[in-house]
């Protein structure tokens, strides 16, 4: 490239020297563009979060170990089917027993048995990351033994459904959500309980789990919520959480207040000496409808709706209950042949109460 004298003008370079120029220019983008390409895909990488794995400890001591947070789900148990849901995975579930009805979306699922008869064969074919059962279902042997990863879950009181919604929480990747969701419930289950009539606080209580009967006594979680709400138990915790009572422990005892759900309820004054009872004679009762009751007798996410339905119940009683409650007797003994059973949902539950 030469420049003219006096003339003040570049020369255009010959062509082999053009030809030189383009060969270099196409070298330099050859190399550069991968790199910079290389570079970018390279930061991207580095900005992802590194997957970390997930270790849990379950209701049996045992130590459960994924890869990371679990993309497919199955859950063989009501409570533990809301409480992965009401954390907002509900998406990640594959399968869940045929009790499992809330919320909606879940009810499409592959049904999957129950306790006892869990449908082995078709859950393997869902290839979950892990299963959530309760502690006493049969089938954990057989899925461990197939190489599935089982979280054992036994949620039978309060202070058991705590450590189920963090624990939930952890293995979804996100302990902190269990933490502010048992916030919130207990935060309800106290402003429910502020709404339950003074009169009636320290009343005597009688709830039925399921006919037979069996009652949720003070040991049970339900009995606990009864407990949060200013009602005294008739069923004392040495009987056991959800025992199976003679009848006429209940007739001896002539609860202040009888709670059920709206079925058990119609049918009890046709039960020998139950329509003597001051409460369903005076209709100091409450018989709950399905929904309702469901949150009542699973240990998840909805046992604050079950104080406000509780409280909505004893907030409309008929002045009667506002009267002076009866004298406890002096001795409820359960007649030989009362037996205190495990919480509904284990291998002896009443058929009624899945949990």
Known sequence: ??????????????????????????????????LAAAALVGAAVQA??????????????????????????????????????????????????????????????????????????????????????EGSSRAIERLESLGLRVVALSPRSLEDGERTLRLVGALLGDEAAGARLWAQQQSRIERAAARVPAALQGRRVYFEVAAAPFAAGEASFVGQLLARLGLRNIVPAALGPFPHLNPEFVVRADPDVVMASARALAEMPARPGWRGLRALAGGQA??????????????????????????????????????????????????????????????????????
């Open 286 to 355: 409450c018989g709950f409808a399905s929904g309702p009751w469901d949150t009542l007798v699973r240990p998840g996410p909805r046992l604050a709706e079950g104080a406000e339905a509780v409280a909505d119940c004893l907030a409309s009683l008929p002045p009667a209950a506002l009267a002076a409650p009866a004298a406890a007797p002096a001795a409820v003994p359960a007649r030989p042949g009362s037996t205190t059973l495990p919480p509904p949902a284990s291998i002896a539950q009443p058929p009624a109460v899945p949990r």
């Open 48 to 133: 992802q979060p590194a997957v970390e794995a997930v270790r849990v400890v379950d209701d049996r001591g045992r130590s459960v170990v994924l890869p990371a947070p679990p993309a497919r789900i199955v859950s063989l148990l009501p409570s533990l089917t809301e409480t992965v849901c009401a954390l907002g995975a509900c998406a990640r579930l594959v399968g869940v027993d045929r009790h499992s009805s809330w919320p909606a979306a879940v009810t499409v699922l592959p049904r999957l048995g129950g306790l006892e008869d869990t449908q082995v064969e078709r859950l393997v074919a869902l290839r979950p990351d892990v299963v959530l059962a």
């Open 1 to 34: 490239m030469t420049q003219e004298a006096g003339c003040g003008c570049v020369a255009v370079p010959s062509a082999p020297v053009r030809r030189g120029l383009l060969v270099s220019l196409r070298v330099s983008l050859l190399v550069r563009v991968p």
